[in-house]
C-alpha cells in the first residue's frame, strides 16, 4: 500500500493528587494545578519558591518536548503520489457508487481494533472484485488519523465517487490514500481506463519520476508529470495507460491502446 502511517499518537495525561503540608503549625492549601491535568504536590519545609517553579517549569517543558517529537495528526499519514492504474491494479476493489448512509461500527473489544466508520454505499459499477463483493453495501474506515483514516466530507448524496479498498475480515476498507475522486471530475480517458482499459496493464509498472529518473526496465514506464515540479496532475495521468506490448510496457492512449 502506499500508506505510511508513523506510530499512533499518545493521548498525554496525568494527574496528581494534592497532598498536606505542615509548615510549622500553619497548613498548606493545595497548589492549583500546572495546566494539562498536572498538579504540583506542595514540597517539604527547608525547599524555596525557586525550586517550586523550576521543577514545575521542567515538567512542563517535558509534556511539550514530547509532543513535538510525536508529531501532530496531520502529519502522521503521508500518500505517495500514484497513476490511476497502479491505484486501480494494486486494490482488491475498485467500485463508483453513492454514499447515502454512515454509521459508528462498534468495535469488537476481542479484536483489538480500533474503531471504524461505516459508510454505505449505492453501487452504480464495480470495475474490479466483483467475484469477491457481488453485493458490496459498505465501505469501512478507521476513525484514527494516524492509521491514514478516511472521513468522507462530501453533503452531496447524489454525487458519484470512485472508491478504492482492499478486503479484509470480508469487509471492504478505505483509507486516506485509497481512491475516492468524484467521477466528474476524472477526463473520459479516466474513466474509460477504470471501464476497460486499466485492467490489462496490471502486469506492467509505472515509475514516479522526482528529480531525475532512471533508465527504465521492459516492464516499466516512467511517470514524469511531477517532476521537478511537484505536479502530477498532467498528461500522462489524464490520458495515458501503461500497456504491455509484446515484451515491453509502454505509454499507450487510453482510449485507443
Not at 471530475?185 to 476497460?196: N, S
Request: charged share 20%; aromatic share 6%; net charge neutral.
Amino acid at each position: 500500500h502506499d500508506a505510511l502511517p508513523t506510530s499512533p499518537t499518545l493521548l498525554l495525561g496525568s494527574t496528581a493528587s494534592a497532598g498536606r503540608a505542615e509548615h510549622r503549625r500553619t497548613q498548606r492549601p493545595p497548589p492549583p494545578p500546572l495546566g494539562n491535568g498536572i498538579s504540583q504536590t506542595p514540597l517539604e519545609t527547608g525547599q524555596d519558591t525557586a525550586r517550586t517553579m523550576d521543577a514545575s517549569t521542567c515538567a512542563k517543558m517535558a509534556v511539550v518536548l514530547l509532543l513535538l517529537a510525536l508529531g501532530s495528526p496531520a502529519e502522521a499519514c503521508m500518500c505517495r503520489p500514484r497513476h490511476l492504474q497502479m491505484a486501480y491494479c494494486d486494490s482488491d476493489v475498485v467500485v463508483r457508487g453513492k454514499i447515502v448512509g454512515e454509521g459508528k461500527e462498534i468495535s469488537d473489544p476481542a479484536q483489538s481494533r480500533p474503531p471504524q466508520t461505516r459508510y454505505e454505499i449505492q453501487v452504480s459499477e464495480i470495475y474490479k472484485g466483483y467475484d469477491q463483493v457481488p453485493a458490496l453495501q459498505y465501505l469501512y474506515a478507521s476513525n484514527q488519523e494516524s492509521l491514514c483514516g478516511y472521513r468522507h466530507v462530501s453533503t452531496n448524496w447524489s454525487e458519484e465517487f470512485v472508491f478504492s479498498g482492499h478486503i479484509h475480515d470480508d469487509k471492504v476498507t478505505i483509507n486516506l490514500c485509497s481512491l475516492h475522486v468524484p467521477w466528474s471530475k476524472l477526463r473520459l480517458d479516466q474513466q474509460t481506463g477504470l471501464e476497460r482499459v486499466y485492467r490489462n496493464g496490471c502486469n506492467c509498472r509505472i515509475k514516479s519520476c522526482y528529480k531525475s529518473c532512471s533508465e527504465n526496465t521492459p516492464d516499466e514506464c516512467l511517470w514524469t508529470d511531477g517532476m521537478g515540479t511537484g505536479n502530477w496532475d498532467g498528461y500522462q495521468a489524464h490520458h495515458l495507460a501503461c500497456i504491455r506490448k509484446g515484451n515491453e510496457c509502454s505509454w499507450q492512449s487510453a482510449i485507443n491502446p
